[in-house]
């Protein structure tokens, strides 16, 4: 593996790699459902094609059951590599709408809702959850992922942990690790140093 970035800092270093094997979000506990329609693809959590045909379908499908739901737009930009987001891409080309992500008022009105309620507050955290969501995804699909790896001055692996998704996040996170290493080491030697002395 090759790093993305190296960190030498008393004694230790910190490598930080991009995690060749992430575990794919939409398999976590997600609040919306991401429908997909692709060709070559298979994205999201449900195939639009084989659970409503086309997206016109799904409009009406939506239109009876997804009242007060929240629903965003997906467009997907394929070249050399695909990525994804919620507002349209600039090149016609090579990009165009490709699903939804929604969830349902009830879901609304579970996480966010005040008092039972679905309020202009909950919507708008739901919406806010959704791009993050989506987001989460990108990063995935753009292999947007890492992980870091510790070694002390013997190149003995002292910490290593794996999917952070972005690359500021990644950091963020591997230098706290990083920070804290330094700081044990440190203690242990003023340890080794008293034992001595007594």
Same mark, same amino acid.
């Given at each position: 593996?090759?790093?993305?970035? /190296?960190?030498?800092?008393?004694?230790?270093?910190?490598?930080?790699?991009?995690?060749?094997?992430? %575990?794919?979000?939409?398999?976590?506990?997600?609040?919306?459902?991401?429908?997909?329609?692709?060709?070559?693809?298979?994205? *999201?959590?449900?195939?639009?094609?084989?659970?409503?045909?086309?997206?016109? $379908?799904?409009?009406?499908?939506?239109?009876?059951? *997804?009242?007060? #739901?929240?629903?965003?737009?997906?467009?997907?930009?394929?070249?050399? *590599?695909?990525?994804?987001?919620?507002?349209?891409?600039?090149?016609?080309?090579?990009?165009?709408?490709?699903?939804?992500?929604? /969830?349902? &008022?009830? /879901?609304?009105?579970?996480?966010? #809702? $005040?008092?039972? $309620?679905?309020?202009?507050?909950?919507?708008?955290?739901?919406? &806010?959850?959704?791009?993050?969501?989506?987001?989460?995804?990108?990063?995935?699909?753009?292999?947007?992922?890492?992980?870091?790896?510790?070694?002390? %001055?013997?190149?003995?692996?002292?910490?290593?942990?794996? *999917?952070? !998704? #972005?690359?500021? !996040? @990644?950091?963020?996170?591997?230098? /706290?690790?990083?920070?804290?290493?330094? @700081?044990? !080491? =440190?203690?242990?030697?003023?340890? =080794?140093?008293?034992?001595?002395?007594?």
């Amino acid at each position: 593996m090759v790093s993305e970035e /190296t960190i030498a800092k008393s004694n230790l270093t910190l490598e930080l790699y991009r995690d060749n094997n992430p %575990s794919n979000p939409r398999d976590w506990d997600n609040v919306g459902t991401m429908v997909c329609w692709h060709t070559r693809y298979n994205l *999201g959590d449900v195939n639009g094609k084989k659970a409503y045909g086309d997206p016109s $379908k799904f409009d009406v499908w939506w239109k009876t059951n *997804g009242k007060g #739901g929240v629903i965003l737009s997906l467009y997907l930009y394929d070249h050399s *590599g695909i990525t994804m987001r919620t507002q349209p891409f600039s090149c016609p080309w090579d990009s165009g709408q490709v699903g939804y992500i929604y /969830t349902t &008022k009830e /879901t609304v009105i579970k996480e966010w #809702g $005040k008092n039972g $309620k679905f309020t202009h507050s909950s919507k708008a955290k739901a919406l &806010k959850y959704l791009e993050a969501e989506v987001k989460t995804y990108d990063q995935y699909l753009c292999g947007d992922v890492y992980g870091y790896v510790i070694e002390d %001055s013997q190149s003995q692996r002292i910490d290593s942990c794996w *999917g952070f !998704y #972005g690359l500021d !996040y @990644a950091k963020q996170e591997a230098q /706290t690790q990083l920070d804290y290493w330094i @700081a044990e !080491y =440190a203690r242990r030697e003023i340890e =080794a140093q008293r034992d001595n002395v007594y």
